[in-house]
């Protein structure tokens, strides 16, 4: 990242979860630089880093979205990570609680990024998603494979996980949509109760349940992919 005056403004298009309006406002210098060449304006940060955009390869010395873990998240997820000199301004609307509906209704940009300060690559969410959202890597360090799997609006395995080390930023829930951790041990009581409500007495047996009916279903899902690609070439042929 070079070190320049280049701000990136996120404008939260597919949820409206920022205030956007006083963006220009935040600061007096920010007006002048969103009317230069050294302003970058993203319509959604979170699609931006699921698509890989080039245009998060540019250095930024400020950025402008919601919360700064989850910014920070997700310039690691796009491949880009952040130095420590980055200003993050947090434009996220308190008022706003609820992940809203999003505008791009067959993708919407819904999908985890983890905070590798806290996470342990302990496999829970891996164990946990039907969906195949998440995979270990040759290190064994749980990535982020398929943020396209991703069910839209559940945050499940956020709840669930032992260092709230998951992160969606666009859901309303704190603090698994980024916001700062303050109360660690309040923390820990809520994942307790998660747990429990969500998986149940016997955590390791659901979770081999679940694991058991993830391979079901991308089985299937690779099975009815073979047949339609097969029926694709049947029909180019007829």
């Not at 829970?124 to 991703?150: I, M, T, W």
Request: hydrophobic share 35%.
């Amino acid at each position: 990242m070079s070190d320049n005056k280049s701000i990136l403004i996120c404008q939260c298009a597919e949820r409206g979860l920022l205030n956007v309006d006083v963006i220009a406002s935040a600061d007096s210098n920010l007006s002048c630089l969103v009317a230069s060449e050294e302003s970058t304006v993203v319509s959604d940060l979170c699609r931006a880093a699921a698509e890989k955009d080039p245009i998060l390869e540019k250095g930024f010395s400020a950025i402008h979205a919601c919360h700064p873990r989850a910014v920070r998240a997700l310039f690691e997820f796009s491949g880009n990570p952040l130095p420590e000199s980055a200003k993050l301004i947090n434009h996220r609307n308190p008022a706003t609680r609820q992940p809203g509906n999003p505008t791009t209704e067959t993708n919407p940009a819904w999908y985890p990024v983890l905070d590798y300060d806290r996470c342990t690559s302990c496999g829970q969410c891996f164990d946990f998603c039907l969906f195949g959202v998440y995979e270990k890597d040759n290190a064994g360090r749980v990535v982020v494979a398929h943020p396209e799997s991703c069910k839209n609006n559940c945050p499940a395995c956020a709840r669930i996980c032992p260092e709230t080390a998951i992160i969606f930023p666009k859901v309303g829930e704190s603090p698994i949509n980024g916001a700062e951790i303050t109360d660690e041990d309040e923390l820990k009581a809520n994942v307790k109760i998660n747990v429990d409500e969500i998986l149940g007495d016997d955590v390791y047996a659901t979770l081999n349940a679940r694991k058991q009916k993830r391979r079901s279903l991308l089985n299937q899902k690779k099975i009815e992919k073979a047949l339609a690609e097969r029926k694709k070439c049947s029909e180019k042929k007829s």
